[in-house]
């Protein structure tokens, strides 16, 4: 099985910055797809960002140029560096990492963000 622990999460001021980090353990340790999604209050749960083990990025539009993903395999560890928060960001982040494309994905337990205007 496979452990997700996330951290990072708070509450920031409109323009301010956080940094979300994901460790995975367990008996599989080799993940192409590391990755984050999002879910605000009442809403479904949306794709922010992958990063693959090659280190190709993936990013939902409207955080572009603002957040940055990246992986540290040595430590089977991603990272989402959010800059520029606006209130809309505020949500729940979710971790998750997948051994490849068709395969299942594993979660963590989510990290709260809230961004005051």
């Known amino acids: 099985q496979v452990q997700l622990v996330e951290s990072g999460g708070g509450l920031v001021q409109a323009g301010g910055s956080l940094r979300l980090s994901c460790a995975a353990s367990?008996?599989?340790?080799?993940?192409?797809?590391m990755g984050w999604y999002r879910q605000a209050l009442g809403k479904q749960r949306d794709l922010v960002a992958y990063i693959t083990s090659a280190g190709r990025t993936n990013y939902v539009d409207s955080v572009k140029g603002r957040f940055t993903i990246s992986r540290d395999n040595a430590k089977n560890t991603v990272y989402l560096q959010m800059n520029g928060l606006q209130p809309e960001d505020t949500a729940v982040y979710y971790c998750?990492?997948?051994?490849?494309?068709?395969?299942?994905?594993?979660w963590g337990q989510g990290t709260q963000v809230t961004v005051s205007s």
């Open positions: 367990g008996s599989i340790v080799n993940f192409n797809f």
């Open positions: 998750y990492v997948r051994i490849d494309v068709g395969t299942r994905s594993y």
